[in-house]
Structure formats: C-alpha cells, structure tokens
T-cell receptor
C-alpha cells in the first residue's frame, strides 16, 4: 500500500519566489495535517483538514502561507513570497477522522526539505 | 506552558540494555491520546506506540512499552534490549479530545538516543 506521498522531496529556491508543496494522503483517510520541523521550534502543526475542510489553521505563520485541499486525494501548501526563515522540513500526515476511535495513528509522508536562499 | 515536555535532549545507552525516555504532558481534558514517534537520520516519522487516557494497562509493542502514570501525567517510553538501529530522535506527542474536536498532534522537542556498541 502506498503511504503518504509528498513532492518535491527537496526544494531550493531564492527569496521572494513562490513555493508549492504537494501531498497525497493515504486513500480512505479523511484527515490531513501539514507540519513544519525546524531545529529551533521542533515540529509544529501548520494546518489541519477534515473531509477537505480546514479545521484549524492557527499554526499558519502569516499570510504568506496558504493551504488548500481541493479533493480527498490532494493538498497543497503554498508560500508566497518565500523567505530564508521558511527553510525547514515540511511534513504532511494523514489519518482516519479522529473521534471514530480513541486511537487514530497519523501516518507521515517523507517530508519536503525546503531551503530558501 | 508547554503541553509536552521531554527533558532529555540526548541519551546514550549500551547495546542490549534497556532505556527509558521521559515524557510529561499537560492537559485538562479527560480524554486524550499519547503517541511516540521515531525519527531516524533519514528523516521519516515512524509511529511506535499509543496510549489512550482511559487505557488501564500500559501499552506494549514488541520491544517498546509505555510507562503510563496518569496521576503524574507522564508517559515514558521504555525500549528493551536496545539495538544499534534504535539510534534516532524520539518524539512524544499528545492528541486532546475524544470527540473529534481536535485531531492534531502536539509534539515535544524530542530526545536524541544514541546506542553504543
């Protein structure tokens, strides 16, 4: 079975450029999460979708960040314009809807390592 | 205040010995779940073990067990018979709410475990 798929795996861009990260969740999962990992701040939730609807976007740093989930099998995280402080590893994760069980493991994608010069 | 606290930035253990990684949490919810993830140097996040707040017995998964002390709000991970491949970052995480109100995981800062041959 395919796990969570993220693309690209590595992205190097220059400050001011637009960056789009992509995620395909595990088929049948209806919750999708975007996390950012840095040495300074650790793993932080950016946004969380349930049934394609954004539930909690309080972790999105600022208006330069936007996320969409147009259908159950695809999500994007866009940064425009990008800045050097956005350099991090961005993880997408998916799970079954929380609440159907007290235990719903989140499956993580391999991450996208973003470097903004 | 931090929701998840991992007080050990780094730990060393001799191969074949057991090691305990500490995790304390802070929540006012009665229903919550606690998770441990492993992140090897390759970067992926690997789910290890789960403990629900209403689970009466400590969770076990192979060489991993969770020492759950609810009154002390601690959920320590015990790895028995350490192997060289256990060298990695270990993250404790919590999901609050059973009724689906909050699906995201809140992560600790992590503990870097190094297994010595």
């Amino acid at each position: 079975d395919a796990g969570v798929i993220q693309s690209p795996r590595h992205e190097v861009t220059e400050m001011g450029q637009e960056v789009t990260l992509r995620c395909k969740p595990i088929s049948g999962h209806n919750s999708l999460f975007w996390y950012r990992q840095t040495m300074m701040r650790g793993l932080e939730l950016l946004i969380y979708f349930n049934n394609n609807v954004p539930i909690d976007d309080s972790g999105m740093p600022e208006d330069r960040f936007s996320a969409k989930m147009p259908n159950a099998s695809f999500s994007t995280l866009k940064i425009q314009p990008s800045e050097p402080r956005d350099s991090a590893v961005y993880f997408c994760a998916s799970s079954l809807t929380p609440g159907l069980s007290s235990y719903n493991e989140q499956f993580f994608g391999p991450g996208t390592r973003l470097t903004v010069l | 205040a931090q929701k998840i606290t991992q007080t050990q930035p780094g730990m060393f253990v001799q191969e074949k010995e057991a090691v305990t990684l500490d995790c304390t949490y802070d929540t006012s919810d009665q229903s919550y779940g606690l998770f441990w993830y492993k992140q090897p140097s390759s970067g992926e996040m690997i789910f290890l073990i789960y403990q629900g707040s209403y689970d009466e017995q400590n969770a076990t998964e192979g060489r991993y067990s969770l020492n759950f002390q609810k009154a002390r709000k601690s959920a320590n991970l015990v790895i028995s018979a350490s192997q060289l491949g256990d060298s990695a970052m270990y993250f404790c995480a919590m999901r609050e709410g059973y009724g689906g109100s909050q699906g995201n995981l809140i992560f600790g800062k992590g503990t870097k475990l190094s297994v010595k041959p």
